[in-house]
């Protein structure tokens, strides 16, 4: 419990030094909301139009005060309106997250099924041809970028058969499961595909120091059969540094796969945070990113405590 206090409690530090980042990130870039939102007509404003717009965005203020009435807003639970959207930063956000949360869980369902598997298996064919074959795959799958792997799923289906993958408005799980799984099944597989790589290569290597092992051995001795020492006794240690990886990855994916939802057309965080920097939608940008560093620092202590569950003898926070 002091080690799970002690980690929510640099929570807001680490919150407070993100958003100083993000804010004045953000600002260096280029252009500013006006010039996003008018284009080249922004130039036939006259001093005074673009004074009152500036006020409506909130940029009229230096950085500090800026930041400051940023702040202050948060503290109270409010993380601005987006001029793009209308409306709550909070309310955009929490419409899109869903879609991305549940893309995130597919794309890890499919990795670990696929990858833990694999490479138990290829670890207890150490060094023999369906070894080798597994490594060559988990290689190949590392080396192939996801937009590559996207667009030859997507001109196969539509070249090979003649459709397309399901795009258009997102369909949540709730109103109509069928067509959710079709819209997000193949941007999932994607995703799934590099991770289902660095699973198996991370199993297999795992696997091979745990199976060499005393209490592995121990366990052969008294005559325990082969899949109870590797599913029972040996996998349980060798999945550590898998829950390390699916975290980091986990985290990763809740902040949105930009490049696989542009290209499936999907609506999910990754697009927003990219066309809100292109809007210049500070409050947008700064929301989001928060979002984003706060569900990193959850899932990063999940995978602490998870690690507990998986080895007793680890101790969080004695010492």
Same mark, same amino acid.
């Given at each position: 419990? +002091?080690?799970? #206090?002690?980690? /929510?409690?640099?929570?807001?530090?680490?919150?407070? $030094? !993100?958003?100083?980042? @993000? *804010?004045? %990130?953000?600002?260096?870039?280029?252009?500013?909301?006006?010039?996003?939102?008018?284009?080249?007509?922004?130039?036939?404003?006259?001093?005074?139009?673009?004074?009152?717009?500036?006020?409506?965005?909130?940029?009229?203020?230096?950085?500090?005060?800026?930041?400051?009435?940023?702040?202050?807003?948060?503290?109270?639970?409010?993380?601005?309106?987006?001029?793009?959207?209308?409306?709550?930063?909070?309310?955009?956000?929490?419409?899109?997250?869903?879609? +991305?949360?549940? #893309?995130?869980? /597919?794309?890890?369902?499919?990795?670990?099924?696929? $990858? !833990?598997?694999?490479? @138990? *298996?290829? %670890?207890?064919?150490?060094?023999?041809?369906?070894?080798?074959?597994?490594?060559?795959?988990?290689?190949?799958?590392?080396?192939?970028?996801?937009?590559?792997?996207?667009?030859?799923?997507?001109?196969?289906?539509?070249?090979?058969?003649?459709?397309?993958?399901?795009?258009?408005?997102?369909?949540?799980?709730?109103?109509?499961?069928?067509?959710?799984?079709?819209?997000?099944?193949?941007?999932?597989?994607?995703?799934?595909?590099?991770?289902?790589?660095?699973?198996?290569?991370?199993?297999?290597?795992?696997?091979?120091?745990?199976?060499?092992?005393?209490?592995?051995?121990?366990?052969?001795?008294?005559?325990?059969?082969?899949?109870?020492?590797?599913?029972?006794?040996?996998?349980?240690?060798?999945?550590?540094?898998?829950?390390?990886?699916?975290?980091?990855?986990?985290?990763?994916?809740?902040?949105?796969?930009?490049?696989?939802?542009?290209?499936?057309?999907?609506?999910?965080?990754?697009?927003?945070?990219?066309?809100?920097?292109?809007?210049?939608?500070?409050?947008?940008?700064?929301?989001?990113?928060?979002?984003?560093?706060?569900?990193?620092?959850?899932?990063?202590?999940?995978?602490?405590?998870?690690?507990?569950?998986?080895?007793?003898?680890?101790?969080?926070?004695?010492?």
């Amino acid at each position: 419990m +002091t080690y799970l #206090l002690r980690r /929510l409690a640099v929570f807001p530090l680490v919150l407070i $030094g !993100v958003s100083i980042v @993000v *804010f004045v %990130a953000i600002r260096m870039v280029p252009g500013d909301s006006i010039t996003a939102m008018l284009g080249t007509e922004a130039g036939l404003l006259t001093p005074p139009q673009r004074d009152a717009l500036a006020a409506y965005f909130g940029i009229d203020q230096p950085w500090f005060v800026q930041y400051g009435r940023w702040l202050l807003g948060l503290v109270q639970g409010n993380l601005g309106i987006s001029p793009t959207y209308g409306k709550p930063v909070l309310d955009v956000i929490l419409e899109r997250f869903p879609l +991305t949360l549940e #893309l995130a869980l /597919l794309s890890m369902i499919i990795a670990l099924v696929v $990858g !833990v598997p694999a490479g @138990v *298996f290829a %670890a207890t064919r150490n060094e023999k041809f369906s070894d080798l074959g597994v490594r060559i795959a988990a290689m190949i799958g590392q080396s192939t970028p996801n937009f590559v792997l996207a667009l030859l799923i997507i001109y196969t289906l539509s070249a090979g058969f003649g459709v397309l993958p399901a795009m258009g408005e997102f369909s949540p799980l709730w109103r109509d499961p069928l067509r959710n799984l079709g819209q997000l099944i193949l941007p999932a597989i994607t995703l799934g595909f590099a991770f289902a790589a660095s699973v198996t290569r991370i199993s297999r290597s795992a696997m091979l120091d745990v199976l060499s092992d005393d209490y592995v051995r121990t366990a052969r001795s008294k005559g325990a059969s082969a899949r109870t020492v590797i599913w029972r006794h040996a996998l349980p240690n060798a999945l550590i540094p898998v829950v390390t990886l699916s975290g980091i990855e986990f985290g990763y994916l809740l902040g949105g796969a930009v490049i696989v939802e542009q290209i499936y057309a999907l609506p999910g965080l990754g697009r927003l945070v990219l066309d809100a920097i292109l809007q210049r939608d500070y409050a947008l940008v700064q929301g989001c990113v928060l979002f984003i560093a706060f569900n990193f620092m959850i899932v990063n202590l999940l995978v602490d405590l998870a690690y507990v569950a998986l080895d007793p003898r680890i101790r969080l926070g004695e010492h």
